[in-house]
């Protein structure tokens, strides 16, 4: 298996634009997390789908920030419009079991300026 | 917010020591897992311990964990260059998992 797949892995963008986010989880995977990393703030759950569901969407930051998983093998995270702060490493990550947390498989990462 | 803390921010040993992280949390938890990140990487999961073990062995690494003190600690034997990475804590609670803010290890060779 390729493991998780994230898109683009690098994005640079102006202030006010819109930017997409894509994951391709691992087949067979049920739950689909997304994560933020900063400097500042570390690593922050911002949702996750069970089954394509969204389950927990209180760590998104603000409205600006939404996500969708259309099918069992995709998942993006949108922000609109995207501001300097957004700056970031966005993770996405699949698990096959989420009750109790256990392992999770992170993709690569797309790293986010906002300029 | 983040759950586990992790201590020491920073770790630099040489290559054959061994190398202790630790991890403390607030609220209580079902497991707690350590990952691995190297820089510009994803998180690599490492090993999972339950609230109802004490103690677990993975190849070079022997994670402990006491609920009562809510900690936990990593310890990774004879140390190569190549475990050079930031090490993070997990937790989990009801529907949510927190990590901490990582431990920097450098290995020097």
């Known amino acids: 298996d390729a493991g998780v797949i994230q898109s683009p892995r690098h994005e640079v963008t102006e202030m006010g634009q819109e930017v997409t986010l894509r994951c391709k989880p691992i087949s067979g995977h049920d739950y689909l997390f997304w994560y933020r990393q900063t400097m500042m703030r570390g690593l922050e759950l911002l949702i996750y789908f069970n089954n394509n569901v969204p389950i927990d969407d209180s760590g998104m930051p603000e409205d600006r920030f939404s996500a969708k998983m259309p099918n069992a093998s995709f998942s993006t995270l949108k922000i609109q419009p995207s501001e300097p702060r957004d700056s970031a490493v966005y993770f996405c990550?699949?698990?096959?079991?989420?009750?109790?947390?256990?392992?999770?498989?992170f993709g690569p990462g797309t790293r986010l300026t906002v300029l | 917010s983040q759950q586990g803390e992790e201590d020491p921010q920073a770790l630099s040993i040489q290559e054959g020591e061994n190398a202790t992280m630790n991890c403390s949390y607030k609220?209580?938890?079902?497991?707690l897992q350590w990952y691995r990140q190297n820089s510009g990487r994803g998180l690599v999961h490492l090993i999972l311990?339950?609230?109802?073990?004490r103690e677990k062995h993975s190849g070079r690494l022997r994670v402990t964990l006491d609920t009562s003190k809510k900690s936990s600690s990593l310890l990774i034997t004879a140390s190569r260059a190549a475990d050079t990475a930031s090490y993070f804590c997990?937790?989990?609670?009801?529907?949510?998992?927190?990590f901490g803010a990582g431990t920097r290890l450098t290995v020097k060779p």
């Open positions: 609220t209580s938890i079902n497991n």
């Open positions: 990550a699949s698990s096959p079991l989420a009750g109790g947390w256990n392992e999770q498989f």
């Open positions: 311990i339950r609230s109802n073990e």
């Open positions: 997990a937790t989990d609670e009801v529907d949510d998992m927190r």
